[in-house]
């Protein structure tokens, strides 16, 4: 039996270990490219709602659009820190509270120890679109949001958790998806951890909640204290 885990532990290092770096950061590219349209077309159609409806406001949201846009367009590797994806998830969620006002309730609850972790960029944006999308939309009395990360031992664990319509839903419901970010996110993960990333989405406890768990961020090494020089002592009068 020790033998036979060896040997699976063994595999799997070699297996990740093995991959290809310009094969995986192609993929990873490929991936990310499938979700930038479907990202732009909603901010953009978000900020000419917004523009028509509550000109005073255009000047804040052009801000946060603009950083939107510099994320989405911009090559940033294969790996951003969490802190970064935070900060880029708050532009989308401060757009999409102009346009819904007091039907989007959005309630942050995070851990600094967490914001260096690595992940993909642009991996929470479009997972609290969907949220905004399924959960809060199509109800006419809107829903909560919330955002928690949380650092517990080796691992950096991420919740996105909305509620979902009920009896108050107003016209019809948003159509179904058909989960292409939610694979989308679970790929790219894969590729840039492995078996070290988590991903699970679904119902729990009436709530519908996304749950990410990645590495956690290796702590910084102390520099090294420079040798201080030995000093010379005065020389003794003859």
């Known amino acids: 039996g020790a033998l036979l885990a060896a040997a699976l532990v063994a ?23 499938r ?10 159609n978000s ?25 989405a367009l911009v090559e940033q590797g294969e790996a951003v820190t969490l802190a970064e994806e935070i900060t880029l998830a708050r532009r989308y969620l401060h757009i999409e509270q102009v346009r819904f006002g007091a039907r989007l309730q959005v309630q942050w609850q995070l851990d600094p120890r967490a914001d260096s972790a690595r992940l993909p960029p642009l991996l929470l944006q ?25 650092l517990r ?3 950096v664990v991420v919740r996105i958790t909305n509620t979902v319509p009920g009896e108050n839903a107003q016209g019809p419901a948003a159509p179904p998806g058909h989960g292409i970010a939610l694979a989308n996110v679970r790929a790219r993960l894969a590729l840039l ?6 991903f699970s989405a679904g119902m729990d406890g009436g709530l519908y909640q996304v749950r990410i768990a990645l590495p956690a961020p290796r702590p910084a090494r102390a520099p090294a204290p420079s040798p201080t020089p030995a000093r010379r002592s005065a020389p003794t009068a003859p």
């Open 11 to 33: 595999a799997l290092v070699l297996r990740a270990r093995g991959r290809t770096p310009a094969a995986t950061t192609a993929r990873l590219a490929e991936l990310q490219s």
């Open 35 to 44: 979700i930038r349209p479907h990202f732009l077309f909603n901010t953009l």
């Open 47 to 71: 900020a000419i709602a917004l523009v028509r409806e509550e000109p005073a406001q255009a000047e804040s949201l052009l801000e946060d659009l603009s950083d939107l846009f510099r994320h």
């Open 126 to 150: 479009p997972l609290v679109e969907n949220a905004v999308k399924h959960g809060i939309e199509p109800s006419a009395r809107g829903g909560k949001l919330r955002v928690q990360t949380e």
């Open 153 to 155: 031992g080796s691992r």
């Open 193 to 198: 951890h492995d078996v070290q990333g988590e």
